[in-house]
């Protein structure tokens, strides 16, 4: 569990955080969402005592960061996949990090196998590939198995091989009981491995949410009607109030007028449908309507 409460950081006149109340809670993925320069790296220092804040608090399991006796057994972190030292072997870099937090070294063989780096744990971590420094960065981040793990940006830069490895683990992970926290700028990509959503712009709290209730929430919903009477149907929906577009020979987009009501319709006049399917907006167009406002470097539209 991780707790923010009001948390705020300055650096000189900008303001990164801004006062962010949330709780992050075990058993589930949350995606920690915001457009470049939103403040999700700078609120994820905050949680792991790299940045100190300006005002407000963070505590991981009930304890700020610096109070807990062994953080990498409470909290693991991929930050910086780079920030290796790169003469050093994935089994070395490993074996420091254990016996500087006091970590039996039999765990650093289970945590290569977890990621699948065994055959090259004796390679110099600089030779790496971006796939493979992640693997590491992460087997790092469970080699304390710590209940919460947060990663920034995790597949960043990977093939879709990676991202598909990433997106199951972090569901395994929660599965298992933890707490993850993964911040990406990519709303398509936190559809497919998040389970709640928290999004800043601009260093405010702008959603707390399901990710259903996120991609419900605000949209300008309409519903997919299919039907060989589209063109007379379509004239009932109006006369009902609809707003009706006929896409194709047999197709209609509907707002105005939910499924269970034009189901309705379609029973009393005898129309057999073919398909009705509510459509929600995107969680990309739900993320773009929801941060355009905070958007750092936005476009004129
Ligand atoms: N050390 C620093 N000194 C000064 N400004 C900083 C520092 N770190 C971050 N910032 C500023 O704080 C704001 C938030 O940055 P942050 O890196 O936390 O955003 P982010 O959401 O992680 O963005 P991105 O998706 O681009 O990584 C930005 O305007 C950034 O320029």
Redesign the pocket.
Known sequence: MIELRGLTKR??G?L?VDGVTCTITPGRVTGFL?P???????TMRMILGLDAPTAGGVTVNGRRYADLPVPMREVGALLDARAVHGGRTAYHHLLCLAQSNRIDRRRIDEVLGLVGLEAVARRRAGRFSLGMSQRLGIAAALLGDPAVLLFD?PVNGLDPDGILWIRNLMRDLAAEGRTVLV?S?LMSEMALTADHLVVIGRGRLIADTGLEAFMRGGADRSVLVRTAQAATFGDRLRAAGAEVRRDRADALTVSGLDSAEIGRLAALDGVPLVELTPRGQSLEEAFMALTRESV?FGVER
Not at 36 to 42: D, L, R, V, Y
């Open positions: 650096f000189g900008q990164a915001g470049n320069g939103a403040g999700k790296t700078t940006e911040s700028h750092e």
